[in-house]
């Protein structure tokens, strides 16, 4: 096991710049998970990492060694790909030993760890077949064994579970945790499903635009979002996005609702924010308590429901478990909680208290 | 669900009406390379002579030079079918995975090739051979149909690449393989029925091949089959019995060959690499 230093690394195709600067460090043993949307620039951080992609600028190490110009096969990391990738004229135990006969390792040995890793993932009984007789999560499951075979000293994943249905994704994720939990191996995840990332890392380091936006603990995060991308990437239903103006002690909305903060910022009086709001935060209340909003759509999603109001004319959602929402009227009352509100300058960056 | 009889039928039909009529001409040269002589003009236009006989078979294998035709074809189109498959392969990998500077115009080049009618190019290339010595000469066949063939099999093999995914050498490539052995041990064996429709192809493209023979070839012993049917040609008659029976016997290995081959050409072996 090793950990990884990422330095100022850039990445460009010609004059496109796809990264900028990432600065990265991860420590032996620690789950970090790349998230973002398409086109942010994480699977091209993933396959430089893997050796895959050349490096246009920066420096890269693994266990302190510096790797820029290291041809994958010496590396010593390990890749879980999206496609799975098995190679389809091997049967499973071909798979997972290929590596190892690559680097000449003795037949008993070879044996020994493929037998280990199958017991491991429950695929003792499928070791003859080849993949394609193979289901998709069994698949996933070769895919994994391959990388666990050989011991490396980091697993890759790029977007592991993207082709498995949504149940057998949970059943997956949380055989991922369990694997980390036993193997305690460095490991850096590609996702772009918020959930995953939330569930699997000890670190999210969210993308945007091939910079890195915020790297922190998952509910770090959530809670203390760095800016409005983190602030409306992570989370589902997104946060709800408000113009305003800063005014001491509080924030007026466009239509003159006041809403008053728990400290003042430091910002100057009369500035324009946005405020952000979960829609898991917003509080509905009865007649007469908060602000009047009139109900635009309802989305009963089994667990809670999802309605979406609209407040003179602005926008948003909110997420409750109140089932007597169900049979809400054309218009409802909610509250802002304050403690929950989160306030971005006219940059996008979060404000914190003066 | 139910699918009505009368479309199934006319489909089957239609089938039927276009095998009939693609595989009729084959028909028409087995029953005259069986029809006697004395009933080949006799007996009018029949499905089927009244008599049958194999003696032009017997003639043709014993008392003609197509036993030399037939080796010669044999060698020129083997070796052009595998020197072709071989540079193909290797060709069609690089303009599959790799970018290269001049690549747009390699590619360019190629095709470039492929656009002139073969009969102009028979005088240069003739005069190119003689001095080589090359004229007259099974080599000098096998180099100028690998020559017309390596473009059109570049492009054949370089789709069948494309169609596998490269997710599978960079796989490869980090379980420890270098780029040469992914290649090798990864590819190669996904690409067998690529290879083998390559080699099919140009197998039969130079089995067939008449205008460069006829040129570049005079006299019996460097002759390929397709120049030797022309022996059966004489200035007075056509030996159309004997013509024909030859023919049968030139279709022998090209339908061996697709034999042996059509296992990996319906093979569709990557089937499960990747999602499914």
Same mark, same amino acid.
């Given at each position: 096991?090793?950990?990884?230093?990422?330095?100022?690394?850039?990445?460009?195709?010609?004059?496109?710049?796809?990264?900028?600067?990432?600065?990265?460090?991860?420590?032996?043993?620690?789950?970090?998970?790349?998230?973002?949307?398409?086109?942010?620039?994480?699977?091209?951080?993933?396959?430089?990492?893997?050796?895959?992609?050349?490096?246009?600028?920066?420096?890269?190490?693994?266990?302190?060694?510096?790797?820029?110009?290291?041809?994958?096969?010496?590396?010593?990391?390990?890749?879980?790909?999206?496609?799975? /990738?098995?190679?389809?004229?091997?049967?499973?135990?071909?798979?997972?030993?290929?590596?190892?006969?690559?680097?000449?390792?003795?037949? *008993?040995?070879?044996?020994?760890?493929?037998?280990?890793?199958?017991?491991?993932?429950?695929?003792?009984?499928?070791?003859?077949? %080849?993949?394609?007789?193979?289901?998709?999560?069994?698949?996933?499951?070769?895919?994994?064994?391959?990388?666990?075979?050989?011991?490396?000293?980091?697993?890759?994943?790029?977007?592991?579970?993207?082709?498995?249905?949504?149940?057998?994704?949970?059943?997956? %994720?949380? *055989?991922?945790?369990?694997?980390?939990?036993?193997?305690?191996?460095?490991?850096?995840?590609?996702?772009?499903?918020?959930?995953?990332?939330?569930?699997?890392?000890?670190?999210?380091?969210?993308?945007?635009?091939?910079?890195?936006?915020?790297?922190?603990?998952?509910?770090?995060?959530?809670?203390?979002? /760095?800016?409005?991308?983190?602030?409306?990437?992570?989370?589902?239903?997104?946060?709800?996005?408000?113009?305003?103006?800063?005014?001491?002690?509080?924030?007026?909305? %466009?239509?003159?609702?006041?809403?008053?903060?728990?400290?003042?910022? /430091?910002?100057?009086?009369? /500035?324009?924010?946005?405020?952000?709001?979960?829609?898991?935060?917003?509080?509905?209340?009865?007649?007469?308590?908060?602000?009047?909003?009139?109900?635009?759509?309802?989305?009963?999603?089994?667990?809670?429901?999802?309605?979406?109001?609209?407040?003179?004319?602005?926008?948003?959602?909110?997420?409750?478990?109140?089932?007597?929402?169900?049979?809400?009227?054309?218009?409802?009352?909610?509250?802002?909680?304050?403690?929950?509100?989160?306030?971005?300058? *006219?940059?996008?960056? %979060?404000?914190?208290?003066? | 669900?139910?699918?009505?009889?009368?479309?199934?039928? $006319?489909?089957?039909? $239609?089938?039927? @009406?276009?095998?009939?009529?693609?595989?009729?001409?084959?028909?028409?040269?087995?029953?005259?390379?069986?029809?006697?002589?004395?009933?080949?003009?006799?007996?009018?236009?029949?499905?089927?002579?009244?008599?049958?006989?194999?003696?032009?078979?017997?003639?043709?294998?014993?008392?003609? @030079?197509?036993?030399?035709?037939?080796?010669?074809?044999?060698?020129?189109?083997?070796?052009?079918?595998?020197?072709?498959?071989?540079? @193909?392969?290797?060709?069609?990998?690089?303009?599959?995975?790799?970018?290269?500077?001049?690549?747009?115009?390699?590619?360019?080049?190629?095709?470039?090739?492929?656009?002139?009618?073969?009969?102009?190019?028979?005088?240069?290339? #003739?005069?190119?051979?003689?001095?080589?010595?090359?004229?007259?000469?099974?080599?000098?066949?096998?180099?100028?149909?690998?020559?017309?063939?390596?473009?059109?099999?570049?492009?054949?093999?370089?789709?069948? #690449?494309?169609?596998?995914?490269?997710?599978?050498?960079?796989?490869?490539?980090?379980?420890?393989?270098?780029?040469?052995?992914?290649?090798?041990?990864?590819?190669?064996?996904?690409?067998?029925?690529?290879?083998?429709?390559?080699?099919?192809?140009? #197998?039969?493209?130079?089995?067939?091949?008449?205008?460069? $023979?006829?040129?570049?070839?005079?006299?019996?012993?460097?002759?390929?089959?397709?120049?030797?049917?022309?022996?059966?040609?004489?200035?007075?008659?056509?030996?159309?019995?004997?013509?024909? $029976? @030859?023919?049968?016997?030139?279709?022998?290995?090209?339908?061996?060959?697709?034999?042996?081959?059509?296992?990996?050409?319906?093979?569709?072996?990557?089937?499960?690499?990747?999602?499914?």
């Amino acid at each position: 096991m090793a950990s990884i230093d990422i330095q100022n690394v850039k990445k460009a195709y010609g004059h496109v710049k796809v990264l900028h600067d990432i600065d990265l460090q991860i420590k032996d043993g620690e789950f970090v998970v790349l998230v973002g949307p398409s086109g942010c620039g994480k699977s091209t951080l993933l396959r430089m990492i893997a050796g895959l992609e050349g490096v246009t600028g920066g420096e890269m190490r693994i266990d302190g060694k510096r790797v820029n110009e290291l041809h994958p096969k010496d590396r010593d990391i390990a890749m879980v790909f999206q496609s799975y /990738a098995l190679y389809p004229h091997m049967n499973v135990a071909g798979n997972m030993s290929y590596s190892l006969k690559l680097r000449k390792t003795a037949k *008993e040995k070879i044996a020994a760890a493929v037998a280990s890793a199958a017991s491991k993932l429950g695929l003792d009984p499928l070791l003859d077949r %080849r993949p394609k007789a193979l289901s998709g999560g069994q698949r996933q499951r070769v895919a994994m064994g391959r990388a666990i075979v050989r011991q490396p000293k980091a697993f890759l994943f790029d977007e592991p579970l993207s082709n498995l249905d949504a149940r057998l994704r949970e059943q997956m %994720r949380a *055989e991922i945790k369990k694997m980390h939990g036993d193997l305690k191996a460095t490991s850096i995840y590609v996702t772009h499903d918020q959930i995953e990332a939330m569930t699997l890392a000890d670190r999210i380091v969210a993308m945007h635009g091939g910079v890195v936006q915020q790297v922190g603990a998952p509910l770090e995060l959530y809670d203390r979002p /760095a800016n409005l991308f983190v602030a409306g990437f992570i989370g589902s239903p997104g946060m709800n996005f408000l113009d305003a103006t800063y005014s001491a002690g509080g924030v007026t909305l %466009r239509d003159g609702t006041f809403v008053s903060l728990p400290s003042p910022l /430091a910002l100057d009086d009369g /500035a324009k924010v946005t405020v952000g709001i979960r829609p898991e935060h917003v509080v509905m209340g009865g007649e007469g308590t908060g602000m009047a909003a009139s109900v635009d759509l309802v989305e009963p999603t089994g667990f809670g429901i999802i309605l979406h109001l609209s407040l003179h004319g602005l926008a948003f959602k909110v997420f409750t478990l109140d089932r007597a929402a169900l049979s809400a009227g054309p218009n409802v009352q909610v509250v802002f909680p304050s403690q929950h509100l989160h306030v971005f300058d *006219e940059g996008g960056g %979060r404000c914190e208290p003066r | 669900m139910k699918t009505s009889l009368l479309p199934t039928i $006319a489909h089957r039909l $239609a089938i039927l @009406a276009y095998v009939i009529f693609a595989l009729f001409p084959l028909y028409w040269l087995f029953k005259v390379s069986l029809t006697p002589n004395d009933l080949l003009y006799s007996e009018g236009v029949r499905m089927w002579p009244s008599r049958t006989t194999w003696e032009h078979y017997s003639f043709v294998l014993q008392h003609s @030079a197509f036993p030399t035709f037939f080796k010669n074809s044999l060698i020129v189109s083997g070796s052009t079918a595998i020197i072709v498959t071989i540079c @193909a392969s290797l060709s069609g990998y690089a303009l599959s995975r790799f970018s290269f500077r001049a690549k747009y115009w390699i590619v360019g080049l190629m095709l470039l090739t492929q656009m002139f009618p073969l009969v102009m190019l028979v005088a240069p290339i #003739f005069k190119i051979l003689t001095p080589l010595g090359l004229t007259n000469s099974l080599t000098g066949l096998i180099v100028v149909y690998t020559a017309f063939n390596v473009p059109f099999a570049t492009f054949l093999m370089q789709s069948f #690449f494309d169609g596998i995914p490269k997710d599978l050498e960079e796989a490869a490539m980090i379980d420890g393989a270098t780029k040469f052995t992914a290649f090798r041990e990864i590819i190669l064996p996904l690409t067998l029925p690529g290879i083998a429709a390559t080699l099919g192809f140009v #197998f039969t493209a130079a089995w067939s091949e008449l205008l460069f $023979a006829l040129m570049l070839i005079n006299g019996n012993n460097a002759a390929t089959f397709p120049v030797g049917l022309l022996t059966f040609v004489s200035k007075f008659s056509v030996d159309f019995g004997q013509m024909m $029976a @030859a023919g049968v016997l030139a279709l022998i290995p090209a339908a061996l060959f697709f034999l042996l081959i059509q296992r990996y050409l319906v093979q569709g072996l990557t089937a499960g690499a990747v999602k499914g």
